[in-house]
């Protein structure tokens, strides 16, 4: 396709595409425009992996731009995931962006709670975090087309209140082609998750509803209901505290990402110190440092969590504590943020004083004492 586009072929009247087996079989029997043309919204849709779908959203590439073809999604996925196979398990967003548009705005007959529940409008939900205004233009486009297609489909039970989460979302977008923070669109994408598949898990489905129904407006650049969730005293405390936790850490992706944690949650003091109390469980201390090995993977929230949160003394205070504790994975992902911290050390010599780059160096020594010892 990109070769056919890149060349100058007009596709525009060869869409939706199949591809794979279900095509094979189509061209047993039909002809070659009929096996573009021919084909319907639940034909494609069958061929998406909905758990698939379900985790692209989640690892969407924030940096990925839609008008340049030749970005490599591998090296945009790479830092998001556990290992580098695992890129290919992510859709593409340069191709489904694009096909999703297609479906919501040419006439096609959309089944639009297949396409919730699917996870396609999860998927375009997560563009809207893009740093990039091309991708998060395409995603507006197409989620205020579905909208309108949403309003005039057959009803279903979840409808109502589909429409009114996506009425709180659109009420906290003050801004034309506004960038959200990631960790809303991941809120939205998981709330939207439970709220089409209700009978997975009622708990949790009625406090989202009730979440909704206090305020109808999604602030854009915060973690919504962050501190309720971390410290209810709902019988279902253990569900909520698991949602919010895999929000921030899937949520976590770009520099403005870190500074909205920051300045509007203060969610790294918060972590660190929840981290250090007899409240916290092995979730809470690994979703911590999976946080934080995510943060100063970036050059600008390295400096600030070595800064102002004292990053290296407080993971010098975290090994030393209940020392025969510490899980192998911990010790892990301490030794992975010494790296990254150490590295970028080495590139930003000119932005710190030479008191400065000498105290974290003699901290990461330290520690690299300290891990070596357990």
Request: proline content about 3%.
């Amino acid at each position: 396709i990109c070769k056919f586009e890149t060349r100058g072929v007009c596709l525009e009247q060869l869409k939706p595409f199949l591809w794979g087996r279900n095509c094979s079989r189509l061209g047993e029997s039909a002809s070659a425009r009929d096996l573009f043309c021919d084909t319907s919204f639940n034909d494609v849709i069958d061929l998406f992996d909905e758990g698939k779908l379900h985790q692209s959203a989640l690892k969407f590439p924030a940096y990925c731009d839609v008008t340049n073809i030749h970005t490599d999604l591998h090296i945009e996925v790479v830092q998001f995931v556990n290992n580098e196979s695992e890129c290919l398990e992510i859709y593409d967003p340069l191709f489904l962006l694009p096909l999703f548009a297609h479906f919501v705005t040419t006439g096609t007959i959309v089944d639009c709670r297949r396409f919730i529940a699917s996870g396609c409008l999860g998927y375009t939900i997560a563009s809207l975090g893009s740093d990039h205004s091309s991708t998060r233009s395409a995603g507006y486009l197409i989620i205020s087309q579905f909208i309108m297609l949403l309003d005039s489909s057959p009803f279903f039970k979840e409808k109502t209140l589909i429409q009114y989460t996506l009425q709180c979302l659109k009420n906290g977008v003050v801004q034309e082609n506004q960038k959200l923070c990631n960790a809303v669109c991941i809120f939205v994408i998981k709330s939207l998750d439970i709220l089409i598949h209700s009978n997975r898990n009622i708990r949790l489905h009625q406090h989202i509803c009730k979440f909704l129904f206090v305020k109808p407006i999604i602030y854009p650049i915060t973690v919504p209901n962050c501190f309720t969730d971390l410290f209810s005293n709902d019988l279902s405390f253990n569900e909520q505290r698991s949602f919010i936790l895999n929000v921030i850490v899937h949520g976590l992706k770009t520099v403005d990402d870190f500074y909205w944690y920051q300045s509007k949650c203060f969610l790294f003091k918060l972590l660190m110190s929840y981290a250090d109390s007899p409240l916290a469980d092995s979730e809470v201390i690994m979703t911590t440092l999976i946080v934080i090995g995510r943060a100063v993977t970036m050059m600008k929230p390295m400096i600030e969590l070595l800064r102002r949160n004292s990053l290296l003394a407080w993971l010098q205070g975290f090994l030393t504590i209940r020392v025969f504790e510490r899980e192998s994975q911990e010790i892990g992902i301490v030794l992975d943020i010494c790296k990254a911290v150490e590295k970028h050390l080495e590139s930003i010599v000119n932005q710190l004083s030479d008191k400065e780059l000498l105290y974290y160096k003699c901290q990461l020594q330290c520690l690299n004492i300290s891990l070596l010892k357990l």
